[in-house]
């Protein structure tokens, strides 16, 4: 059983222009009092053949949590587009949100997002170098592929409040909930 469950993600502002920030309305509820605190990413997937792209646009840290439930609005820069090949911008890319407690990653939030210029003669006749303030994106909110890992959110306590050693969990080994086939994949879990 999961300390934490994220009960809504929605995505504000969108779809909206490349530049703009990220925003999305997180709701959640703790079921145990976590002495932690959680860390919530955004990763911008800058190209899908090549994770060096991938860039972190915001990590916060929230907590310590008590039993509860939670809601916070979660904003982030845009990706800097010096960072991404000129090929990569427009087109579909994945956006990852994700939570992780004392550095274990428990759930993965992937988002498709379609970046198209914001005028129908650009996108019949691109330019050869890419109008990124004419870049509009538009994250498929309605599609979220979720993943859950189980992780050890007490690792100093058994059931009965007594000490015992870290549980060693394999990294990153998600849960056999099948994944919707419909939704994104995750870029480095491919297969």
């Known amino acids: 059983m999961s300390a934490v469950n994220i009960t809504n993600v929605t995505v504000l502002d969108n779809p909206a222009a490349f530049l703009n920030p990220f925003q ?5 509820e703790c079921l145990l009092p ?19 792209y991938d860039q972190l646009l915001e ?10 439930n939670y809601r916070f609005v979660f904003e982030a820069d845009p990706p800097d587009p010096s960072k991404i090949r000129d090929e990569d911008i427009i087109g579909v890319t ?13 759930i993965r939030v992937g988002y498709y997002v379609n970046n198209d210029y914001d005028d129908e003669q650009l996108r019949l006749e691109p330019p050869s170098k890419v109008l990124i303030d004419r870049v509009q994106r538009n994250i498929l909110a309605d599609k979220p592929r979720v993943t859950k890992f189980p992780i050890n959110f007490h690792p100093d306590s058994n059931e009965n409040g007594e000490q015992e050693p870290p549980a060693s969990l394999p990294e990153n080994h998600p849960t056999d909930d099948p994944p919707p086939e419909d939704l994104p994949p995750s870029p480095n879990n491919e297969g």
């Open 24 to 28: 999305f309305e997180i709701s959640y």
């Open 34 to 52: 976590l002495k932690d605190d959680l860390e919530w990413k955004l990763i911008y997937v800058g190209s899908a053949e090549d994770e060096t």
């Open 59 to 68: 990590s916060v840290l929230v907590g310590p949590v008590n039993v509860g």
């Open 94 to 106: 994945v956006l990852l949100l994700t939570c992780s407690y004392l550095g274990q990653e428990f």
